[in-house]
């Protein structure tokens, strides 16, 4: 059908149809438009719902790279903070993994918000098309020529829209993934017997690299967003609730938890947010079925340990445009066809890397004396061993593309 009879028709068209509007779809919009492909963004919640949300810190000198081609990169450059290392501690034991002895490259402390209030802006001066508050939707012919998505708009008006392609980037507890018939699907879960309870607080970090720190009474990390703004994380039981921690009670956790030099010049005041995540290690194959591409917490999803969500969705983005934008300009569909299995190849090293990080750092609950001793004899091997620790750097820093 063409363009303007489907206009007609009240069916808009479209080359790429996002389902989702968070940094994965926003990503996706910005640099297939600047591409000169057309795209349309359907978001469940409204702006503001979204900029509201507190999640990463932490970016790859890829997805550094990756933004600042979709034309976002003036803020990084002149907010976001590099960071060459980090410090491990387990048990007040403490190290520092030297980022550019190992890999002469260097992480951006730089909050997922900023990222997001970036790309709105961008997506705001390219006239992108971004439907917020969609209720109710649902695809039709998912593996013909032009799929089809119905929806509501806020406005309760029912809209439908063919497009080339769509892009599931609606997150973990998105739709998308769910129109990948079950027998299709393999799914891998690990699910930790704990979480992240975090905190925003108006105090200056307690140090100027992040801080991992594993002890007898739980895993913290102390992180920050400026030098007047600190992220902080303690291990929490699943059962937890943000409202049983009062900032007090939060702050003598994180002091007992964190190694006793840098606890001891803690500055404290009052948390601003207070939020838990949940952590698993979540992975679908394939993350492409028909003419849809799954990306991001679509497609998997990491536990927060080695800084990795948000810079797994950016790579995946990195190859699903190159991939659109090859089909378009090239009639090349080489790597649309094998994007899932090019992109589950970094998924997996990643998801390797943040279970290790998780396992290596946390307090198990369950755990037996000789899984402790295994605990504690990984962090003494890191500790005492370059090779280990420019393994750590390596993949902290962000495998190669
Ligand atoms: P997102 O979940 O960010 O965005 C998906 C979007 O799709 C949302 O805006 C949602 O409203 C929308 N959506 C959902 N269902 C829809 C539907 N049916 N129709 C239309 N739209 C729909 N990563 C780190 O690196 N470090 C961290 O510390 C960290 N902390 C996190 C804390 C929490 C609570 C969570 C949930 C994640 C955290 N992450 C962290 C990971 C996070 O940063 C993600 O990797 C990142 O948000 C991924 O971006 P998206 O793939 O865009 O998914
Ligand atoms: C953060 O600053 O929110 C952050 C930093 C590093 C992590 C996780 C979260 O590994």
Request: glycine share 6%; with cysteine; hydrophobic share 35%.
């Amino acid at each position: 059908m063409d363009y303007k009879l489907a206009n007609l028709r009240g069916i808009l068209k479209t080359q790429v149809l996002i389902i989702g509007g968070g940094p994965s779809g926003l990503l996706l919009s910005q640099v297939l438009m600047k591409a000169g492909i057309e795209t349309i963004i359907l978001e469940k919640q409204s702006r503001q719902y979204i900029l509201n949300r507190i999640r990463a810190g932490v970016i790859e000198p890829n997805s550094v790279e990756v933004l600042k081609n979709a034309g976002i990169g003036d803020r990084i450059d002149a907010e976001g903070i590099k960071h060459q290392g980090t410090i491990l501690s387990h048990d007040d034991h403490t190290i520092r993994i030297d980022f550019q002895k190992a890999t002469k490259k260097a992480v951006t402390v730089y909050g997922q918000t900023e990222i997001t209030k970036d790309l709105f802006k961008a997506q705001d001066n390219l006239n992108a098309k971004i439907f917020h508050g969609i209720k109710n939707i649902r695809v039709e012919n998912l593996c013909e020529k032009s799929p089809r998505i119905i929806f509501d708009t806020e406005t309760d008006e029912q809209k439908y829209i063919e497009a080339d392609f769509i892009a599931g980037c609606d997150g973990f507890h998105g739709i998308s993934r769910s129109w990948i018939p079950e027998k299709n699907l393999s799914v891998y879960e690990n699910r930790y017997p704990f979480g992240w309870l975090g905190i925003l607080s108006e105090t200056p970090p307690v140090n100027d690299e992040l801080i991992y720190s594993s002890s007898s009474s739980g895993f913290a990390l102390a992180s920050m967003r400026s030098s007047k703004l600190s992220r902080y994380y303690i291990q929490c039981d699943l059962e937890t609730k943000p409202e049983d921690y009062t900032d007090d009670f939060f702050w003598l956790e994180l002091k007992k938890r964190l190694p006793k030099k840098y606890s001891e010049k803690l500055i404290t005041g009052p948390s601003i947010e207070k939020s838990i995540a949940p952590l698993r290690s979540f992975v679908v194959e394939p993350i492409q079925y028909g003419k849809l591409y799954l990306a991001g917490d679509a497609a998997h999803i990491v536990p927060p340990t080695g800084a990795k969500g948000l810079n797994l969705a950016i790579s995946d983005i990195y190859y699903l445009s190159q991939a659109f934008i090859t089909f378009y300009n090239d009639n090349e569909k080489t790597l649309l066809e094998s994007y899932s299995q090019i992109a589950l190849k970094r998924i997996w090293k990643t998801v390797r890397f943040s279970w290790w990080m998780t396992t290596l750092l946390h307090t198990f609950p369950n755990s037996s004396h000789f899984e402790k001793k295994i605990q504690s004899s990984e962090f003494f091997n890191l500790s005492e061993s370059q090779y280990a620790m420019g393994a750590l750097a390596e993949n902290y820093v962000g495998l190669p593309y």
